[in-house]
């Protein structure tokens, strides 16, 4: 996990999570829904690393913390359509966007290495030979 509820907390007063998290009305910060939006943060800066870094990543520069925590928040706020989305949240979300736009095109580093060499955007690789290819290339040049 690239954050954790307690890194949200430290962004986010108690009473303010519980109303944008306690859909039962229970008056608890609903952890649940604070996990799916950690997890939707995660799934979104693997996206964005997935072609620059061999993921799961060995270990999380402090970046990603900030970025996954921002991205919490705004998917926690946007489930609230009735509150109001301080601007403050919202140029936090693009600033976040912004920054994972720069890390996947090489403009901003992680500073993390990798094991072997990440395959560049666009370029796809298999662990394949030409010895234990299941289809020759006469066989799909006859299709």
Not at 48 to 58: A, I, N, V
Not at 61 to 77: F, G, H, K, N, W
Not at 122 to 141: A, S
């Amino acid at each position: 996990m690239y954050c954790t509820l307690d890194d949200i907390k430290k962004q986010v007063q108690e009473a303010t999570l519980i109303e944008i998290t306690d859909d039962s009305l229970s008056g608890q910060i609903n952890e649940d829904v604070v996990d799916e939006t950690i997890t939707y943060a995660q799934t979104l800066i693997d996206g964005y690393l997935l072609g620059r870094y061999t993921l799961p990543l060995q270990s999380v520069p402090e970046i990603l913390r900030v970025m996954a925590t921002d991205l919490s928040i705004y998917r926690l706020y946007s489930r609230r359509f009735h509150t109001d989305m301080p601007d403050s949240i919202n140029d936090k979300y693009k600033n976040s966007i912004r920054l994972l736009e720069q890390i996947q095109k090489g403009i901003v580093s992680l500073g993390i290495e990798t094991a072997g060499t990440a395959p560049k955007l666009g370029e796809y690789r298999v662990n394949t030979t030409l010895k234990n290819r299941i289809f020759t290339r006469e066989f799909l040049d006859s299709m």
